[in-house]
C-alpha cells in the first residue's frame, strides 16, 4: 500500500485556487445532457466522482467534450432522450452521480443497470426507490432490498404525491426534485422525518433554476414540481470553487501561523459548506469575507460544541482542529456520517484515538479531547478521501503524521497533497 510521509509543518503561507464543486459539477453535467442546445461548463472538477458521471453520460449517448486539463466541458444535450447504454453505468462509489441518475433514468424511456463499488452497495438508497416506486417508476433491486445496484425499467412517471424520507440522505429529494420536471404530471414532494443536510437542496434548487426550472417550496416541507417541462442549456456556466475542499485550507491556516488566501468560494457562495469557515470564526479563526474568496489566520482555538448536521463533509475537518484546540470539541447531530464512504464516525474515532485523542463516539455525535501527547502513526484512510485530507492537519499542526493509501483523495480533490505542499513552509 503506497503511504505519504507528512513532515511536521511550522507555518502555511500563500494564495489557493480551490477546484470546482463537486456537488455543482455533477449536477450541471446531468442537467446540461438532458437539456436542449449546447452548455459550456466552466471550472468542472477533474476527479473520480466526475469522471464516473461522464462515463455514464458517454454511455448514455451525451456527447460530452473536454479540454486538455478537464476543467471545461462542451455538453451537447439530448433533450431527455438518451440511449440505452450497452452497458451496465459503473458509478463508482460517487453519490451525486449514483442518487440523481437513478430518478432522472427512471423518468426517460430506456432500460439501464446501475452498479457501483462494493461501498456503493452498502449505501442506502431505499429511500429514493421508495418515492420512485410510489409514482409508478420501474426500479427493481439486484441485489439486496434498498441497496444498489439497480436495473430500472425507465419512462413510466406520471407524477403525483408523493412522501419521501429525507431523515438520511438529502441527495434523495435532490435526485427526485432533478426528475420531477421530467415526469408527465405535476409532482407534489412532502417530507417524511427530518431533512438533514439541507443546504443542499439549495445548491439543487439553484442549479435548476439556472437550468430554467423553478420549484416551490414551503420552507422545505413540501416542494411542488410542474410536469412536462425541459431543461434549458446554459451558454457558460461556471462552477464554484468546492468549500468543503476549502475546509482543510481554512482549517490549515488556523491552526498554523501564517496566513492563506482561498479563492474560489465567500460570502456569496450557494454551498452550504461555506458555513464551516463560521464555525471556524467561532473555534478562533481570524478570517476576512469576500464575494468570492477568504482569507484566513491563525487565532487562539478554542473547543466548539455544535450541531453539524448542515455541513456533514465539512465538519470531518472540524474533527482534527479539535487536536489543537484548548478544549474539549463535540460534533453533533451527524448520524449519516455512517452511511458515506465508510462509517465515519467508527473510522474518526478510531484515527483520532491513535493520533492520541480521547474519544467518545456516540450514534451521532463524536467528543474529542486534545491528546496530551501526540503518537507519530500511520493513518488509515478507509478509502474515504476527507481522512485522507483532514488527518494532514496533524502535520500543519507540527506533528509528523503517515496517511495510508493517499491516492483516496482522487475521488473529490486529487491534487490536494500538492495543493497543501504550496503553501506549507
Ligand atoms: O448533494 C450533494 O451534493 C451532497 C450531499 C451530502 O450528502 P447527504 O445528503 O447524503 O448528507 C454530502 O455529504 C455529499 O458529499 C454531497
Ligand atoms: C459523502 C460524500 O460523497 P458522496 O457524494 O458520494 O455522498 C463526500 O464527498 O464526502
Redesign the pocket.
Known sequence: MEQLRLEPINQVNGSITLPGS??LSNRILLLAALAKGTTVVENLLDSDDIRHMLGALKLLGVDVSLNDDKTVATVKGVGGQFLTPAEPLFLGNA??AYRPLTAVLAAVKGNYELIGEPRMEERPIGHLVDALQALGGDVRYLKNKDYPPLKIVGGQINGGSVAIDGSI???FL?ALLMAAPLFNGDTNITIKGTL??KP?ID??LDVMARFGIVVTHDDYKTFTVTGAQQYQAVERIMVEGDA?SASYFVAAAAIAGGEIEIKGVGAKSVQGDIGFAKVMEQVGAKIDWYDERLVVRKGQLKGVDIDANAI??AAMTLATVALFADGPTAIRNIY?WRV?ETDRLHAMATELRKVGAEVVEGEDFIEITPPKHFNDVAIDTYDDHRIAMCFAMVAIGGKPITINDPKCTYKTFPTFFNVLASISN
Open positions: 463537486k456537488s453519490g451525486t440522505s438529502s441527495q435532490t438533514v443536510s443542499y445548491i439543487t468543503s456533514p463533509d449519516n458515506k
